[in-house]
């Protein structure tokens, strides 16, 4: 394998993210001791069709947002929330208003949609010999490589 450089990577097609939904994927990226990481990212589109990614970790203890049940919101879906001790967070700020980890923030990531895709902007990928289609057949919890920014 050999290391390029990229400014966008596509996550998945803008479409197979409902309005007022979200979508986690469990991502790799390589650290620069050439070891990979998890990097478990959430990507939300919001009813108003804006896309916003953060890292799937909940600032307080660490964990998915969607841990347990799998939900990333509200009940109203108005606001992210974390599923194992309830903290709510902004969707367009990542800010916690509410929980344990109050005045926090998600960490948010680049992305952009282009094309109809979601892209993770600015990262380094490992090329690799995957079909170019590889994409449309992985399901939330597939794994990708990144390098660091
Ligand atoms: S891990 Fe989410 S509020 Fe504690």
Redesign the pocket.
Known sequence: MAAREIDLFAVCPAGTIERGGAKGFSLARIDGGGESRPFPIVVVRTFDNDFFGYINR?P????W?N?GGGEFFSADRSFLR??????IFEIDSGYCID???NGRLLEPIAITVKEGEVCLCGVKLLEDNRPSDWLEDSDETMAIAIHPD
Request: net charge neutral; hydrophobic share 25%; proline share 6%.
């Open positions: 909940c307080h203890d660490g964990v947002l841990v974390c599923g194992r001790h309830g903290a929980g344990p980890c």
